[in-house]
């Protein structure tokens, strides 16, 4: 059953898997720590956040047209997250000299929860990427604009070189695999600019968009 926006701040901090509730200021979860990553990985800047809505969103990834885009819709509260974090980091630092854009969208409350979204990054060592805070904290106003499927986090999405929606990932309370995530990165930097050889195969932790799209949808 389609589910009305009533029913999706309730998703957003009930679902198991989803680490429930908003922790109080200080005890987030502990993140996992990046490893330092092959020689051959590229070198990147230090981390900058700034708070962002999906406009700012949309212009980024029109700008970064040309390169692969991987969007991560992540936060301080959200255990999956957390875990999924460092392998999205690796990624941008893996695939950066390839064409790989990695930009982070944290639903946290970016009044009181900014300094404890850019201790995560620094601790993670979040260089290189695009790092955004929501303009709209933590709730159903973020889920609507940003369009996050179900209302679930972590959510993922995927655009080619062209700027097309590819996939997203962690829709319908399944938590990502980043395998699945990783595979589908290495397939669009190979491919040629023009378009991807072949559309990916769905699965319970992937939704595969219905036609092209050039939109942030």
Not at 52 to 71: F, M, P, S, Y
Request: include cysteine; proline fraction near 8%; charged fraction near 25%.
């Amino acid at each position: 059953m389609k589910m009305t926006p009533r029913y999706l701040v309730p998703m957003l901090f009930l679902l198991p898997w989803l680490g429930c509730s908003r922790p109080e200021r200080g005890t987030e979860p502990q993140e996992q720590s990046s490893s330092s990553g092959a020689s051959a990985e590229q070198t990147l800047p230090a981390a900058e956040i700034r708070v962002g809505d999906q406009t700012d969103l949309a212009r980024i990834i029109e700008e970064n047209r040309g390169k692969v885009v991987l969007v991560d819709f992540w936060a301080t509260w959200c255990p999956p997250c957390m875990e999924l974090l460092p392998h999205t980091l690796e990624m941008a630092k893996k695939y950066a000299s390839r064409g790989l854009t990695v930009i982070l969208v944290a639903i946290n409350d970016p009044d009181e929860q900014a300094d404890d979204v850019k201790a995560v990054l620094e601790r993670n060592q979040a260089a290189g990427v695009v790092n955004l805070i929501s303009r709209y904290g933590i709730g159903l106003e973020a889920v609507e604009k940003f369009e996050i499927d179900d209302g679930a986090l972590p959510h993922l999405r995927l655009y080619d070189r062209q700027g097309r929606l590819w996939a997203k990932f962690g829709v319908s309370a399944i938590a990502p695999d980043p395998k699945r995530i990783e595979a589908e990165v290495e397939h669009l930097l190979a491919a040629p600019e023009e378009a991807a050889s072949h559309e990916p195969t769905a699965g319970p932790e992937l939704v595969i968009p219905e036609g092209p799209s050039s939109s942030t949808s």
